[in-house]
């Protein structure tokens, strides 16, 4: 056994979840190595474990063949394992070069050596290839910027061991190739890359070994990643065969339900018109960046237009009011879910019925045995991991936070119009067929669907008509009979003559 | 170890630490353990008690409200003054608890319609509202002229002190509110995440502005509970009221990040605060060791509050 990393017999249980048990398996040096597995299998577990922020309740870390004993994160930094978990941890208000020193910020004599400071995270940034202001807060950057920076951070470090717990899922396509270059260039360097991701093609693309979690144990171990398939893969994941994810279905479309006449707002200054009909559901493809985003909520009501009419079913929806558009029956399940998604400190249940529950609850008294077993529907449905609906929503993972979320919207009933901003972030292969399932039923049972998705397999995959934006306009529209990848994607980059990847 | 931090951080670890405590004392204090000194206690927390209630609420939203104290005092000037004024006690009543729900109105639009800091808006409001009890009473305690006033706080229903009724009666109202109502489940959920709520549908200035009204007109309750119990309107009553209710409330489990609140935790915390000052009474220590007492007991309860945060999310950042 030369593996540079190796984990070895690794459990370890929080009340009610056995997250991982008695995992073994090795990385070699210089290796990018993948984790897989469904939402909740323990992969975000791992990493923390090897991250030393938690201490695992049996087993034991290797690196380098010996046994990692640190209790700490920053432990762990001296050991050279650096991690980047899925949610982000950089400090909003700290510009970004203050950011990658904390911890052991430059100083003379106690004072700020603030020069230092601000040079050698420039000419670091440019070396890496990331093209972000040092002396720029951090709270003003993009979610893909932010992510840029964590790694940066990383790579200062020069660790030894890096870790990146679904780097990608809130990158652009371009910053996701910056960062495939980076991981290249790492590992030319010898450092063990530890990538989980629920992205096959990325996975098969960058790495070298995989392990394939299930239920918290070890289902699969490839240390040769090129002699396996991808098919092969998603069964040892979900434990049954997905021939195709997508699974799409033809509807017949119906009258027009959602007419966006004028749309602008702040965020948006050029007016955006567009139209559903029942039974169809619309993909809107672009960069990060793109607008997207901001139509959506100018759309619902979170934030307030500056001019636009949005009128369903012909009557026309009240501006700026959240409440106002839920009532007319449009929802909107959001991109961020840790700012506008979960509510922490709140069950699992509590969060499923926040919004459907007016629907049930006569002056205002809400009924628990409703509640809950609205919460089980959706547990039950979308296959939450989670070991009760009393659970607190922040102890379940990403992936199943997600779809909590997702049960929130799909809760509603009455809902004409759903709009869902990346609507499968961070969930597995499994899940996503299934949700993409319920879209079809939903639509053939008249809803029209509005979604938003940086993935452009997805937005291929499911929807019946795609409009491409870039800067805050629509480009361009496509029917599904006439979708192609590459016109899509020219119409997606602000300079068309710019070759694409 | 293990274990025993456990107990004192879980669910039920205040109500373990409340058991020990009151046992401990009703063996060590002469004279606690009597039916004389427990009406007594419990009518020495009725302020406190009826104004965590909704304290609670502030809190749970990520709110604060320092102006409580104040708000008391100027509702009992209110209720004592206008009743003398009009001659109809029921006039008096409906003129504090207008004057409470003003205030609070005042409070919750200021912080919610146009986003000023709680902490603040409260902290001004507090200062002009004791102004207000001054100015009407020109610095002077104002007697109550007719005795029915006295008979609120003196009626006993089954032996109990009325005023010790009505904060049994705010318990399991508020209790209710809070748990089975989709009022209180929306408190919760904007102290959750306030942005999260919003786009779920909850109509969060609205909410908000509700609680600092209710907070509001719990207070004017107080207020006149309280003229009635010391037979006049004092502008300088209830002075550090505030700090009381905000610490039994953090003892009581109440999250100062929002999201988290109960109302049995509550009533314990506030029978803490009064056992402590009872306690102190009985023993006759000196009134100027109070004062540590109880800060050094708000200093615990948020402690408290940061272990059990901690532990809840030791896990997750
Ligand atoms: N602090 C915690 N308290 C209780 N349970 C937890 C806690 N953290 C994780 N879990 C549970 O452990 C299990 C594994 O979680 P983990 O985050 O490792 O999953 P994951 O494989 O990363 O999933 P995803 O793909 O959704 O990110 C889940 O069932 C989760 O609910
Ligand atoms: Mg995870």
Redesign the pocket.
């Known amino acids: 056994m030369s593996d540079f990393l190796q984990f070895r017999a690794l459990s370890k249980g929080?009340?009610g979840?056995q997250?991982l048990a008695d995992v073994s398996f090795g990385v070699a040096r210089g290796a990018v190595h993948g984790l897989m597995?469904e939402?909740?299998?323990?992969?975000?577990?791992?990493i923390r474990l090897l991250s030393g922020d938690q201490r695992a309740d049996a087993g034991d870390i290797l690196i380098d063949g010996s046994v990692q004993t640190y209790a700490s994160v920053r432990d762990a930094f001296e050991a050279g394992v650096i991690v980047i978990h899925?949610e982000l941890q950089l400090v909003p208000e700290l510009t970004v070069a203050e950011n990658l020193w904390l911890g052991r910020f430059p100083a003379r004599a106690g004072v700020l050596d603030r020069k230092r400071l601000l040079s050698e995270v420039g000419a670091r940034l440019r070396d890496v290839g990331i093209d972000v202001n040092p002396s720029a807060k951090v709270a003003s950057l993009s979610i893909g910027e932010r992510q840029m920076v964590e790694i940066a951070k990383a790579v200062m470090l020069d660790a030894r061991v890096i870790a990146l717990d679904?780097p990608t899922s809130s990158l652009s396509s371009k910053e996701s190739e910056i960062l495939f270059s980076l991981i290249a260039r790492l590992k030319a360097r010898g450092t063990v890359i530890l990538y989980v991701s629920?992205r096959l093609d990325e996975v098969f693309r960058l790495c070298d070994s995989l392990t394939v979690?299930r239920d918290?144990k070890l289902a699969a171990h490839h240390p040769d990643l090129s002699r396996i398939t991808r098919d092969q893969v998603i069964s040892e994941m979900v434990g049954r065969e997905i021939t195709n994810i997508w699974g799409y279905r033809a509807r017949l479309h119906g009258e027009v339900r959602l007419k966006v006449e004028n749309l602008s707002g702040d965020r948006l200054p050029r007016p955006i018109d567009f139209e559903v009909r029942a039974g169809e559901i619309l993909g809107f493809f672009g960069l990060i960046g793109a607008g997207r985003s901001e139509m959506t909520r100018l759309l619902f009501g979170a934030d307030s237009r500056r001019t636009g009419r949005v009128v369903i079913d012909g009557r026309a929806v009240a501006p700026d009011s959240p409440p106002a558009s839920i009532r007319a029956g449009l929802v909107l399940c959001p991109e961020d879910r840790k700012h506008d998604g979960i509510i922490q400190s709140r069950s699992v249940e509590e969060n499923i019925a926040i919004s459907a529950r007016r629907l049930f609850s006569p002056f205002g008294l809400v009924q628990p045995r409703k509640e809950a077993e609205l919460a089980d529907r959706f547990i039950g449905q979308l296959r939450i991991?989670?070991p009760s609906r009393q659970q607190d929503i922040v102890?379940?993972?990403?992936?199943?936070q997600q779809k909590v979320i997702l049960g929130r919207w799909l809760a509603e009933a009455g809902v004409r119009v759903l709009v869902i901003d990346e609507p499968t972030r961070?969930i597995?292969v499994g899940a996503k067929s299934e949700i993409y399932a319920l879209l079809y039923d939903l639509a053939a049972a008249g809803m029209a669907i509005v979604v938003i998705s940086s993935e452009l397999p997805e937005v291929m995959g499911i929807t019946d008509r795609i409009q491409v934006m870039c800067g805050g306009q629509i480009t361009r529209q496509f029917e599904r009979a006439a979708y192609d990848e590459r016109e899509i994607l020219s119409a997606a980059f602000p300079d068309t003559r710019q070759s694409l990847p | 170890m293990q274990s025993l931090k456990k107990i004192l951080l879980g669910e039920q670890g205040l109500v373990v630490i409340f058991a020990l405590a009151f046992v401990l004392v009703s063996i060590t204090v002469p004279n606690f353990l009597t039916e004389r000194n427990m009406l007594g206690l419990l009518q020495s927390v009725v302020t406190i008690g009826i104004v965590s209630c909704t304290m609670m609420f502030c809190l749970a939203s990520r709110d604060f409200d320092l102006s409580v104290g104040s708000t008391v005092a100027f509702s009992g000037m209110v209720a004592v003054m206008a009743s003398n004024s009009t001659g109809s006690i029921l006039l008096g009543l409906l003129a504090a608890i207008t004057c409470g729900a003003i205030v609070g109105v005042i409070n919750g639009v200021v912080i919610a319609r146009f986003r000023i800091n709680a902490l603040i808006t409260t902290l001004a409001t507090m200062q002009i509202v004791r102004g207000f009890a001054l100015i009407s009473s020109d610095g002077r305690a104002v007697g109550i002229n007719d005795p029915a006033f006295y008979d609120l706080a003196l009626t006993r229903i089954l032996g109990v002190p009325a005023p010790v009724w009505v904060m049994g009666l705010f318990f399991v109202l508020f209790g209710f509110v809070l748990n089975r109502t989709v009022f209180g489940k929306n408190t919760l959920a904007i102290g959750g995440n306030p942005e999260a709520a919003r786009l779920a549908g909850v109509n969060v200035v609205t909410m908000r502005i509700w609680i600092f009204a209710l907070q509001g007109l719990v207070c004017g309750v107080a207020g006149i509970l309280l003229a009635s119990r010391i037979t006049s309107g004092q502008p300088n009553a209830a002075t550090g009221l505030e700090l009381s209710v905000i610490s039994a409330c953090v003892l009581g489990g109440v999250s100062l990040a929002g999201g988290r609140a109960a109302m049995t935790g509550v009533i314990v915390g506030v029978l803490i605060m009064g056992i402590a000052e009872n306690v102190m009474n009985l023993l006759n220590i000196q009134a100027f060791y109070q004062y540590v007492v109880r800060g050094m007991i708000l200093l615990l309860a948020v402690l408290l509050d940061n272990l059990r945060v901690s532990a809840a999310t030791m896990?997750?950042r």
């Open positions: 929080y009340p979840v997250a597995g939402n909740g299998a323990g992969k975000s577990t791992l899925q679904e629920h979690l918290g991991r989670t102890h379940l993972s990403g992936g199943n961070g597995d | 896990s997750r």
